[in-house]
């Protein structure tokens, strides 16, 4: 049965969520944030960019306002939870053998059109995230913790736009 | 709120907190199974809804637990980040993160954690991630107008349906529940069929059945917790402005023992020639006492609006270069509602010191409109005005040696040998009272 090598089975779903809710009360407990991701993407870019061009980062806005000037993208508290999840998910996926180099795609579909379109959705999911304000942690999360009328429209709608395409995209999932 | 503030920490502090927090909430979204895409993925084909569980629970035991902090006074909401409501930008994005999650296959927290472990798909979705915002940086400035339009600011379910955050809460709790039940209706009715074989691992745990299915009586038991406390809160309610007021820390109730909030009307005066600062003075008189005399540029605000939610939430997102002054008669009422701000979290407020009584003391009306009233009680109007004079007398504004909307009935009230329709006030002495405060603010992952 058990060879050792095999992946532990995931958590219960309502146990896991119960731990993860544990967690976002105690990031607004110590911190007065809550979870995100998006946002340290974005400064990891702003930091990318600085060292690439720091004379467009002073130019282009949504840059300046990150990493503009003296300001250090680097520094943020964004950027040390995203370094912090990545440990995390590290961590828990060594514990329970699930750590492991493959690819994860639907049955139908190429590795090279699955991390083709893994790129695509990427890209635009962190613009949708950014136009929003926040990704499913920073808002959806976060933002419904904490009863915001924004997050909760913004959840609603990450839903309906999913299920809307869903069924156009099945060749890519089932 | 928490035993420390976060933003004040030392850099090693600082960035340990946040890897700290990083660290469990990455090991909690591996441990839930959003490391795989497939498990993601399937939400949106019906065949496991383990998405909406896992997020729905967080955020109602995050929620509960979040009231119930706020209800026993462990944490002042009003210190904690809620995201700002710009509804079109929210709900434009929302759409379009649906879309790429579907194409992609994670959102960008979870792909994080997928990159972590290993999984190519991952890497690339956060690659791709990174190119989504640079592209979003560059073109945001071609449509901010859409980006920034309809800002509606700190706007919580609780203020627009009007009910407390109790009740908001137990609603919430409930439509999850809901939501639950109908989850896993759907998943007896679409799946889990038996998984196809995955080439890439033999027998798979992701695949099957999992063997920590749905256990009834545990997760009865936690509905039933959720709903009890969510229901405590419920009855519970609102805390009342006294329990907020006792719940602040020792060193609040030391600066009022100093009277450190308590500016005299001389400062105002000052702080009012002062080009790097805004006064805003909220008048908590009624109409009639306000229309008889008030401070220039005051704004009459009922003592029972002064806390209400959106009053609130407008002083609180006022830049730190906002000072606002509490006036009343005496000083006991101006107190009263200094006390209910500070305890709602709002900085920069201060208590106008003896009122307008005292500041009539100290900047008289002409004789002939307003002679004092003696023996009045503490909190009545020590004046008696001949006619209402709103802020057109030059006592109402100190700071201006002229100014054509002085309407001035009987000969300049300052001292003699000015020139005609000119005010000069004597310097009063004051202690330095006002000091500007920034309110720091952590913006979670969003900012």
Known sequence: MNTGREPRPYLNPYLAGALLGVVLFLAFFLTGGGLGASGALSHVMAGVAKWLSPGHVDRVAYLADMAGGPRNPWHTSGVYMLVGTALGGLASGLLHRRARLEIRKGPRISNGARLALAFGGGLVMAYGARFARGCTSGQALSGGAVLSVGSWAFMLSVFAGGYAVAWFLRRLWT | ?????????????????????????????????????????????????????????????????????????????????????????????????????????????????????????????????????????????????????????RFTLPEWLGLSTGVTVLLVVLMALGAFWAGEAVERRFGPRPSPPDPLRGSSAQGGRPRWAWRPRAAWAGAGALVAAAATLAIRGDPTPAQRWRWQPAEVHQQLAERAPFASPAELVARRGDVALRVDVLD?????????????????????????????????????????????????????????????????????????????????????????????????????????????????????????????????????????????????????RVKPQVRSVVKGGCG
């Open chain 2, 1 to 153: 709120m928490a035993p420390f503030d976060v933003t004040a920490l030392s850099g090693l502090g600082f960035a340990l907190t946040f890897l700290a927090v990083g660290f469990a909430f990455g090991a909690v979204l591996e441990m839930a199974g959003f490391g795989d895409t497939k498990k993601l993925a399937a939400q949106f084909y019906l065949s496991e809804m383990t998405v909406l569980k896992v997020m729905f629970t967080a955020i109602v035991v995050a929620a509960v637990l979040l009231a119930f902090a706020a209800a026993f006074g462990l944490l002042e909401m009003s210190r904690v980040f809620v995201n700002p409501t710009f509804l079109p930008a929210q709900v434009v994005g929302g759409l379009v993160m649906g879309v790429g999650f579907v194409i992609g296959g994670f959102c960008p927290g979870t792909s994080i954690v997928a990159a972590s472990t290993f999984k190519v798909d991952g890497m690339l979705f956060v690659l791709g991630g990174l190119a989504g915002v640079a592209l979003f940086g560059e073109s945001v400035s071609s449509f901010s107008p859409f980006w920034l339009s309809g800002a509606m600011g």
């Open chain 2, 284 to 432: 908590l008189r009624p109409e009639r006492e306000f229309n008889l005399f008030h401070v220039g540029g005051a704004r009459r605000i009922d003592p029972a609006a002064l806390d209400a939610p959106g009053e609130v939430r407008r002083l609180l997102e006022e830049p730190p270069s906002t000072i606002t002054f509490l006036v009343a008669n005496g000083e006991a009422d101006a107190l009263e509602g200094w006390k209910r701000l500070v305890s709602r979290g709002v900085p920069n407020v201060y208590v106008l010191e003896g009122g307008v009584n005292g500041w009539l003391e100290l900047y008289p009306a002409p004789p002939c409109v307003a002679k004092p009233e003696p023996g009045v009680a503490e909190g009545a109007l020590a004046w008696r005005f001949a006619y209402a004079t709103g802020d057109r007398l030059p006592s109402a504004r100190p700071e201006l040696v002229r100014s054509r909307s002085f309407q001035v009935p009987c000969g300049p009230a300052g001292p003699e040998g000015a020139a005609a329709g000119e005010h000069h006030w004597p310097r009063h002495p004051y202690t330095e």
